[in-house]
Nanobody, 124 residues
Framework: QVQLVESGGGLVQAGGSLRLSCAASTRTFSSYRIGWFRQAPGKEREFVAAISRGSSIIDYDDSVKGRFTISRDNAKNTVYLQMNSLKPEDTAVYYC?????????????????WGPGTQVTVSS
């Protein structure tokens, strides 16, 4: 069982920045590929970014490329999502999750353990 907890969300004006953290309880954190997803009200959960175990493979959704940066610190069992140039359409609950079998995927069904999420609200 892996427990994930997101933090760092909040209210920010358009153009601002936030840094989200995803802290894991497991000692085997470094063996997991980790993804960030988001879900806006009335919409399906969507892929944002993912990072491989050793940080060598990083993927972003086109909507956040050039604005968001995913990184990880395996010594701290933590994955980060630095979000810059935020837009009102980035408003959502942000979740982190572990990829099943380390799959390189942007599909929610390929992720098994999820955190409870952190709210990000961007005002115009």
């Amino acid at each position: 069982q892996v427990q994930l907890v997101e933090s760092g969300g909040g209210l920010v004006q358009a153009g601002g920045s936030l840094r989200l953290s995803c802290a894991a309880s497991t000692r085997t954190f470094s063996s997991y590929r980790i993804g960030w997803f988001r879900q806006a009200p009335g919409k399906e959960r969507e892929f944002v970014a993912a990072i491989s175990r050793g940080s060598s493979i990083i993927d972003y959704d086109d909507s956040v490329k050039g604005r968001f940066t995913i990184s990880r610190d395996n010594a701290k069992n933590t994955v980060y999502l630095q979000m810059n140039s935020l837009k009102p359409e980035d408003t959502a609950v942000y979740y982190c999750a572990t990829a099943k079998y380390g799959r390189r995927s942007s599909i929610t069904a390929d992720y098994d353990y999820w955190g409870p999420g952190t709210q990000v609200t961007v005002s115009s």
